[in-house]
């Protein structure tokens, strides 16, 4: 019997008992989830612009969780979406993240710490668009009395685009909330929020350059946008099968006076689409026709007031810029209708089969976003 | 422009029958006794409510429930709170299992709804639809957003 030979190299001797420590270490209750899942659908809207482009698209991922630990949780996840018109747009996103929850269910605190970093990939069309977005997250959740719990989350999100950086943004987010239970099955839920966003923007000129901007020449300046937001939430059931929440939310910025971004117009795959300041309310229904039918809906409104963009503009004669600065505001219905049907095995594989109807209407200050649309979406989904 | 201004009177008609249906087939509040109405994650339902098979769905949502179900869930209750109301005792169960039970009592520790993605909380949370296919590669204005 030949006699086993360790390796020589101190490196390669740490990684071996590293790897043996951490085998030897795991708990016999360490396991593996595997989830599949694919969905696709029709849009009447897919580039949501006046005239409507149809569409069909599809999309298929794969997700692992390994769980070393009962408080810990690693996932590996991939995911491509493919459109059948617009091919290019097509794209592979890869991604990596942990979930970190030190507490136990029986304690008053909860703790939960998350990251996650995804790389997306778009076909030679978009290649530009390519780009690497890291978020964390720390939350802490304290059980005041037994009808009062608080929580403060801070959060990081980063995204960086591989082929351009005007897009490029950082943001810290600090939000306290609070959840009330009150009588009569109804629950409050308040939640304010701070928000800084460190991002490139171009200052405003002043007359008499009369408003005019060429983004493609204009130099950047980095920056912070600053928000804070509110938003109360109102829950309760409506029988024994049904639950309805009611939520309104108020965003408003701090100090985006001078700041200007690319247009949403000018053939750039756009970061700035959620950043606005306004309000919304939304009204949602769940309700269960069955044990393991789910069946929900929704009807939102949106007020947005968004940054001040270089858009397109028409050219009176030769000598006019092509671009100038708009203020954009828009106002926006979205209902959703959604069925999803669960099927489990006794080998505990799970099975969920959806449908969605999902309708948008907006209506903004500038034409170029005046557009309404339906999308008809179906996905099934295997956790292992 | 397409129009679609019948299609929200469809829907809206859908979502009143769907509520109006449900909330007939069982027309009364959730009993919850001494215990408090907890609804962490906001759909409007007892987060405490009993959850045999830990399935996500309450089980006075199954028809069990309606049948004879009845006193087990009235036996639970006065003795729930804020804590989850899952068994303590899991020692033989797996990492999995209990991790999202740990999951479930930090759930109001998620997501935030304030912030400058608060829209994306809107939806069924099913996974599908144009909102999830757009945060995956979506467009608007003609253009797209990453």
Same mark, same amino acid.
């Given at each position: 019997?030949?006699? +086993?030979?360790?390796?020589?190299?101190?490196? $390669?001797?740490?990684?071996?008992?590293?790897?043996?420590?951490?085998?030897?270490?795991?708990?016999?209750?360490?396991?593996?989830?595997?989830?599949?899942?694919?969905?696709?659908?029709?849009?009447?809207?897919?580039?949501?612009?006046?005239?409507?482009?149809? @569409?069909?698209?599809?999309?298929?991922?794969?997700?692992?969780?390994?769980?070393?630990?009962? /408080?810990?949780?690693?996932?590996?996840?991939?995911?491509?979406?493919?459109?059948?018109?617009?091919?290019?747009?097509?794209?592979?996103?890869? *991604?990596?993240?942990? &979930?970190? +929850?030190?507490?136990?269910?029986?304690?008053?605190?909860?703790?939960?710490?998350?990251?996650?970093?995804?790389?997306?990939?778009?076909?030679?069309?978009?290649?530009?668009?390519?780009?690497?977005?890291?978020?964390?997250?720390?939350?802490?959740?304290?059980?005041?009395?037994?009808?009062?719990?608080?929580?403060?989350?801070?959060?990081?999100?980063?995204? $960086?685009?591989?082929?351009?950086?005007?897009?490029?943004?950082?943001?810290?987010?600090?939000?306290?909330?609070?959840?009330?239970?009150?009588?009569?099955?109804?629950?409050?839920?308040?939640?304010?929020?701070?928000?800084?966003?460190?991002?490139?923007?171009?200052?405003?000129?002043?007359?008499?350059?009369?408003?005019?901007?060429?983004?493609?020449?204009?130099?950047?300046?980095?920056?912070?946008?600053?928000?804070?937001?509110?938003?109360?939430?109102?829950?309760?059931?409506?029988?024994?099968?049904?639950?309805?929440?009611?939520?309104?939310?108020?965003?408003? =910025?701090?100090?985006?006076?001078?700041?200007?971004?690319?247009?949403?117009?000018?053939?750039?795959?756009?970061?700035?689409? /959620?950043?606005?300041?306004?309000? $919304?309310?939304?009204?949602?229904?769940?309700?269960?026709?069955?044990?393991?039918?789910?069946?929900?809906?929704?009807?939102?409104?949106?007020?947005?007031?968004?940054?001040?963009?270089?858009?397109?503009?028409?050219?009176?004669?030769?000598?006019?810029?092509?671009?100038?600065?708009? @203020?954009?505001?828009?106002?926006?219905?979205?209902?959703?209708?959604? +069925?999803?049907?669960?099927?489990?095995?006794?080998?505990?594989?799970?099975?969920?089969?959806?449908?969605? &109807?999902?309708?948008?209407?907006?209506?903004?200050?500038?034409?170029?976003?005046?557009?309404?649309?339906?999308?008809?979406?179906?996905?099934?989904?295997?956790?292992? | 422009?397409?129009?679609?201004?019948?299609?929200?009177?469809?829907?809206?008609?859908?979502?009143?029958?769907?509520?109006?249906?449900?909330?007939?087939?069982?027309?009364?509040?959730?009993?919850?006794?001494?215990?408090?109405?907890?609804?962490?994650? *906001?759909?409007?339902?007892?987060?405490?409510?009993?959850?045999?098979?830990?399935?996500? &769905?309450?089980?006075?949502?199954?028809?069990?429930?309606?049948?004879?179900?009845?006193?087990?869930?009235?036996?639970?209750?006065?003795?729930? @709170?804020?804590?989850?109301?899952?068994?303590?005792?899991?020692?033989?169960?797996?990492? /999995?299992?209990?991790?999202?039970?740990?999951?479930? *009592?930090?759930?109001?520790?998620?997501?935030?709804?304030?912030?400058?993605?608060?829209?994306?909380? =809107?939806?069924?949370?099913?996974?599908?639809?144009?909102?999830?296919?757009?945060?995956?590669?979506?467009?608007? *204005?003609?253009?797209?957003?990453?």
């Amino acid at each position: 019997m030949r006699p +086993i030979r360790f390796p020589r190299r101190p490196a $390669s001797m740490v990684c071996l008992l590293a790897f043996m420590t951490i085998v030897m270490e795991l708990s016999v209750r360490a396991d593996i989830r595997a989830e599949f899942h694919t969905s696709g659908g029709y849009t009447s809207n897919l580039l949501n612009e006046p005239g409507g482009e149809e @569409d069909c698209y599809s999309l298929a991922g794969a997700s692992i969780r390994f769980y070393p630990v009962s /408080s810990l949780e690693f996932t590996l996840r991939n995911e491509y979406t493919y459109y059948g018109r617009i091919f290019g747009l097509s794209s592979f996103t890869g *991604g990596l993240g942990f &979930i970190y +929850i030190p507490t136990d269910t029986s304690s008053p605190v909860a703790v939960y710490f998350s990251g996650d970093f995804n790389t997306r990939v778009y076909r030679e069309d978009f290649r530009a668009f390519d780009n690497d977005t890291y978020d964390a997250a720390i939350s802490v959740g304290c059980r005041l009395f037994p009808s009062a719990r608080l929580r403060l989350i801070y959060s990081f999100n980063s995204l $960086s685009y591989t082929g351009m950086e005007i897009g490029d943004h950082k943001t810290n987010e600090v939000s306290l909330g609070a959840n009330l239970a009150l009588p009569g099955s109804n629950s409050i839920d308040l939640e304010i929020g701070y928000a800084d966003m460190s991002m490139p923007y171009m200052k405003e000129p002043r007359p008499p350059r009369n408003y005019y901007l060429d983004p493609f020449h204009e130099p950047y300046v980095d920056g912070h946008l600053r928000a804070i937001n509110f938003s109360p939430r109102f829950s309760r059931p409506l029988g024994s099968k049904v639950g309805l929440n009611i939520t309104y939310n108020r965003s408003n =910025f701090q100090n985006n006076a001078g700041m200007v971004i690319s247009g949403l117009t000018t053939s750039l795959l756009s970061p700035w689409a /959620s950043i606005y300041e306004g309000q $919304s309310v939304s009204l949602n229904l769940k309700s269960y026709w069955t044990s393991n039918l789910l069946v929900s809906s929704g009807v939102g409104y949106w007020e947005k007031e968004f940054l001040k963009s270089v858009e397109s503009i028409p050219r009176p004669n030769q000598f006019a810029p092509p671009y100038g600065i708009k @203020d954009r505001r828009d106002w926006q219905n979205e209902f959703y209708w959604s +069925i999803r049907q669960f099927f489990s095995s006794k080998s505990g594989v799970i099975i969920e089969a959806a449908l969605q &109807i999902d309708l948008t209407f907006n209506n903004s200050v500038l034409n170029d976003y005046d557009y309404s649309g339906l999308s008809l979406s179906t996905g099934m989904t295997a956790r292992f | 422009m397409r129009s679609y201004r019948i299609l929200p009177i469809i829907m809206t008609t859908a979502l009143c029958f769907s509520f109006v249906q449900t909330a007939v087939w069982t027309a009364e509040d959730q009993k919850t006794g001494n215990s408090y109405f907890v609804d962490l994650d *906001g759909d409007g339902f007892n987060d405490n409510a009993p959850d045999k098979n830990n399935d996500g &769905i309450p089980d006075m949502a199954g028809p069990e429930y309606l049948n004879d179900g009845r006193a087990d869930f009235e036996a639970e209750e006065g003795i729930i @709170d804020f804590g989850a109301c899952l068994p303590l005792s899991d020692e033989l169960l797996a990492n /999995s299992t209990r991790f999202n039970r740990r999951r479930f *009592g930090a759930r109001d520790l998620l997501q935030n709804r304030c912030g400058y993605d608060c829209d994306e909380a =809107f939806g069924s949370g099913s996974g599908i639809g144009i909102g999830s296919v757009r945060r995956s590669g979506g467009c608007e *204005g003609g253009v797209c957003g990453p």
